[in-house]
């Protein structure tokens, strides 16, 4: 996970890419996988082009020596590569861009939906006994488990059906970071040789997350368990067992402090300091409420030290976020994915969701205007990172220094509002 590695873990593009709102020796390497590794039928791969074909299978010879002196054994890869095949789905979706990005209220609005509550709480049920025995080891709430499980495959039903070694074969030969996947490529080998699963049933999205909660292979190998004892990690199976409790040893071997909680909702007094929203500042909870930080529905602000974000800017909710938080972020570093995580687990909980209004009536940014924001502002000196049309941390503290150089509220929320004022 994801990458540390995000989703576990590639880049913030490709984490919303793949969020679903999208990371042990059994048997012999060249053995039948057992049946429970996957009753999922894959999906077929399209008919791909003679070239590219030929340029895959180019691929496939070429990076066998890579493969070898990477810890990979020769049968191994040949065995694993036979069923590679270029995918031109795959590439399709890995160059798709949405052409407005999605406000933070429709994410939540689908994250944490009462369908989706409604399964937690079942889950929660059904595996009552399996995790609590994950939270007495690992010290992860059942319900942020549950929650991660829930975005990452809406319980496992979306797990993906393509094959992961055509998939990854294809983005490491043709892809735009075909580094990254060859490096994920030479892991999923790597989890085939010990026996986890075998080619035909290393099963996941296009882009090589795999299982309940969506391991990417390299993250796979550092941090998934064999919780159920069966000597295989096996996330694939119908059973979720190894999937929730390497979701919680993830979380755990990322800053995931027991008993403590990720954040709480917060309302902030009327001459609250804005230039002190944002990750970048952190504060004893002692300090905040010092300075009139209440906590919504009343009681004490969590222990510890902890920062306050805004996701839609001073006219939307503020959260105030621990370190747990930014354990999940470790997970999908996305602050929208790790508030859908933080309040499914509140509602599978029977806890109260977010209590504050969005701004609903904002207006979408097109894709050529959140480039044309961040082109702006590293015209201005303010932005030194990409220009992708990914609002990212980087991005909203450029946004923040700009409001403030030009006196308006720094909030660090890119509107229509803001490009104006950038344009003058």
């Known amino acids: ?59 496939v010879q070429n990076f ?20 590679a095949r270029y995918n031109p789905e795959v590439i399709r979706l890995d160059r798709r861009q949405a052409e407005f990005s999605r406000p933070v209220w429709l994410y939540l609005d689908s994250a944490v939906s009462d369908s989706r509550i409604g399964t937690g709480r079942q889950m929660l049920s059904q595996h009552s006994r399996t995790l609590a025995a994950i939270e007495q080891r690992y010290g992860v709430p059942r319900e942020i488990v549950l929650a991660v499980w ?9 797990r993906g059906r393509m094959q992961i070694i055509p998939s990854l074969a294809t983005l490491a030969y043709d892809g735009r970071r075909g580094e990254m996947f060859q490096n994920q490529l030479i892991a999923a080998l790597k989890i085939i040789q010990a026996g986890d699963t075998d080619p035909e049933h290393m099963l996941g999205s296009w882009a090589g997350a795999m299982g309940h909660t969506q391991f990417m292979p390299t993250s796979y190998l ?21 999937s929730l409790a390497s979701t919680a040893a993830y979380l755990a071997r990322n800053g995931w402090r027991r008993g403590q909680a990720w954040g709480t909702e917060v309302q902030l007094p009327s001459n609250f300091n804005m230039g002190l929203i944002g990750k970048g500042t952190r504060r004893s909870s002692g300090d905040w ?33 621990m370190d747990n938080f930014r354990s999940i972020l470790r997970y999908n570093n996305s602050d929208n994915y790790a508030l859908g995580v ?8 029977g806890r109260p969701g977010i209590q504050g209004n969005w701004p609903r009536n904002d207006r979408p940014l097109s894709t050529s205007e959140r480039e044309e924001i ?51």
């Open 342 to 349: 933080a309040f499914l687990a509140e509602r599978i909980a």
């Open 222 to 242: 550092e941090y998934a368990v064999d919780f159920n004892g069966d000597g295989r990690r096996d996330i694939w199976s119908d059973d979720p067992t190894d």
């Open 374 to 424: 961040q082109r702006r502002l590293a015209q201005r000196g303010f932005y030194q990172g990409e220009i992708d049309g990914l609002f990212g941390s980087a991005t909203m503290e450029a946004v923040s220094a700009f409001q403030r150089s030009i006196g308006v509220t720094p909030d660090g929320y890119p509107t229509s509002i803001l490009l104006g004022q950038l344009r003058r």
């Open 289 to 321: 409420s010092a300075q009139g930080v209440r906590r919504i529905g009343g009681g004490a602000l969590p222990s510890g030290n902890g920062s306050i974000i805004m996701p839609a800017g001073a006219r939307g909710p503020a959260f105030l976020i």
């Open 64 to 83: 066998r020596s890579r493969a070898v002196s990477s810890g990979v054994n020769a049968a191994t890869y040949d065995r694993a590569m036979r069923i």
């Open 1 to 59: 996970m994801t990458r540390s590695l995000p989703r576990i873990a590639l880049s913030a593009a490709l984490i919303g890419a793949l969020s679903s709102c999208g990371a042990p020796l059994g048997y012999a390497p060249g053995a039948a996988a057992p049946s429970s590794s996957s009753s999922v039928t894959p999906s077929p791969i399209p008919q791909a082009s003679p070239g590219d074909e030929a340029g895959l299978q180019r691929f």
């Open 150 to 158: 829930g975005m990452e495959s809406n319980f496992g039903a979306n």
